[in-house]
């Protein structure tokens, strides 16, 4: 199919595993990274610096369309919860941090703000390194592509 279109793919990969690559997680060690898409919600569970789960769940679509964004968020936290739970009954882990990256069109800091006031834990957004030289919103949007980039191997070169 690509090809027919002329175009070559290199790496075909989840965005949300694609984010591991912009967290420190073999050093953070028990972590959650969420993907926030506007129809689903990807989660990843590193405990011990080892994934240990993924997950990829569809929001609910309703008869008027999509979830606003307030349920998008809430449908969310309830996942995370319920992951971070999962994680410390099968894996005896306690999660000290969640990484997030959204694709939502809302401020990623009423996202931030919401995800902080709902979580024990800490939270922070993914990002695309400094180095890319994207604003704060397109680095965001954007992190599931550069999590493709060696950024380490560019920040340890300059």
């Known amino acids: 199919m690509f090809a027919g279109l ?4 290199g790496i075909a990969s989840a965005p949300t595993i694609s984010l591991l690559n912009l967290v420190d997680w073999e050093n953070e060690k028990d972590l959650l990274v969420a993907n926030i898409e506007q129809d689903s919600l990807g989660l ?31 449908a969310a936290v309830k996942e995370i919860e319920n992951t971070a739970h999962f994680i410390e009954d099968r ?19 009423d996202i931030l703000a919401g995800l902080r006031a709902s979580f024990p834990f800490e939270v922070r957004q993914v990002q695309a390194p400094p180095s890319s030289g994207l604003g704060p919103e397109a680095s965001a949007f954007l992190a599931p592509l550069a999590g493709q980039v060696p950024w380490r191997k560019n920040l340890s070169a300059g």
């Open 6 to 9: 002329g175009l070559e793919v």
């Open 44 to 74: 990843i569970a590193v405990t011990q610096s080892e994934p240990a789960l993924y997950r990829l769940k569809t929001f609910p679509v309703e008869r008027e369309g999509e979830l606003r964004f307030s349920q998008k968020i809430e």
């Open 91 to 109: 894996e005896k882990r306690e999660v000290r941090s969640l990484w997030f990256r959204s694709g939502l069109r809302e401020s990623q800091a």
